[in-house]
């Protein structure tokens, strides 16, 4: 089991950035998959993008292609979410996952471990 803590949530302008961690505990970090998540109010879970163990392959939902960037740091056990050029339909809140495989997917059944969300509000 993998414990995971969200951080970098808080409130910006539209057109503004953030970036998001998640720091995980527990398994071997660089043996899984990881992938960020988010729910608005009155919606489903989607997912928003995803790395896979080493870093070297990523995979984004289409409505935050070529503004958020997934990376990881597997020494210091940390996954990040760069977001640029916010949207007000990007206020949710957001959660990092850990997934059951090595390799890129975006099902939220592939994956076993979630963190406690944080919250992004854009807004002017």
């Known amino acids: 089991q993998v414990q995971l803590v969200e951080s970098g949530g808080g409130l910006v302008q539209p057109g503004g950035s953030l970036r998001l961690s998640c720091a995980a505990s527990g398994r071997t970090f660089s043996n899984y998959a990881m992938g960020w998540f988010r729910q608005a109010p009155g919606k489903e879970r989607e997912f928003v993008a995803a790395?896979?163990?080493?870093?070297?392959?990523?995979y984004y939902a289409d409505p935050v292609k070529g503004r958020f960037t997934v990376s990881r740091d597997n020494p210091k056990n940390t996954v990040y979410l760069q977001m640029n050029n916010m949207k007000p339909e990007d206020t949710a809140v957001y959660y990092c996952a850990a997934s059951k495989y090595s390799s890129v997917v975006s099902h939220r059944s592939d994956f076993l471990s979630w963190g406690q969300g944080t919250q992004v509000t854009v807004s002017s």
């Open positions: 790395i896979n163990w080493s870093g070297s392959s990523r």
